[in-house]
């Protein structure tokens, strides 16, 4: 199976801020990666696709790069409603494998 | 828009059976695999099983192989889970999810979820 190691698992960032998450697989994947937002009582959210593709009416604030084994998520301008849980999914192979999450807190 | 709604969920003993419902509508259900995640309480994501668009082919993960089924009614765009032999590290919130295309891929939409509660 393809292990997905995400980093940090919480921070703390202030409205305005720019965050960076990291994902990283334990072999190559190729773009085969997908992020996720899931806000608290909520039901996740696919965010990014194929690395850094957006999904339709997700905004521009978010951005995904990366290729191979390592793999970025940026936040622009934090807002209150980007305070979530963020996940990542590969889907190079099954089983599909997900990162543990970075949490997002306001500071 | 693609709208995903489950059903089923509830409290069952340890070696009981559930059966999960998920209704979906907003996009053509048979183009499309669809997959099971669950997510235990207060834990991360686990995904739990996938099917092909047309049913043709089913995959598992290891920890519910043998007592889960996923199988699909493109008539009635509905995909089920039938759970048998549970156990309570089945507890959790479990969703519906659409693959972006018709073999496994990336998952595009969510569902709600529906609590399964595995406990004497």
Redesign the interface.
């Given at each position: 199976d393809i292990q997905m190691t995400q980093s940090p698992s919480s921070l703390s960032a202030s409205v305005g801020d720019r965050v960076t998450i990291t994902c990283r697989a334990s072999q190559d994947i190729h773009n085969?990666l997908?992020w996720?937002q899931q806000k608290p009582g909520q039901?996740?959210?696919?965010l990014i696709?194929?690395a850094s593709s957006l999904?339709s009416g997700v905004p521009s604030k978010f951005s995904g790069s990366g290729y191979g084994t390592d793999f970025t998520l940026t936040i622009s301008n934090l807002q209150p409603e980007d305070f979530a849980t963020y996940?990542c999914?590969q889907?190079k192979s099954?089983?599909?494998?997900?990162?543990?999450?970075s949490k997002v807190e306001i500071k | 828009q693609v709208q995903l709604v489950e059903s089923g969920g509830g409290v069952v003993q340890p070696g009981g059976s559930l059966r999960l419902s998920c209704a979906a509508s907003g996009f053509t259900f048979s183009s499309y695999g669809m997959h099971w995640v669950r997510q235990a309480p207060g834990k991360g994501l686990e995904w739990v099983t996938f099917v092909r668009y047309d049913g043709s082919n089913d995959y598992y993960a290891d920890s519910v192989k043998g007592r889960f089924t996923i199988s699909r009614d493109n008539s009635k765009n509905t995909l089920y889970l039938q759970m048998n032999s549970l156990r309570v590290e089945d507890t959790g919130v479990y969703y519906c999810a659409k693959n972006g295309r018709s073999a496994w891929g990336p998952i595009d939409h969510w569902g709600q979820g529906t609590l399964v509660t595995v406990s004497s």
């Open positions: 085969y997908v996720i039901a996740p959210k696919s696709f194929a999904q996940y999914h889907y099954l089983p599909l494998t997900f990162g543990g999450g | -």
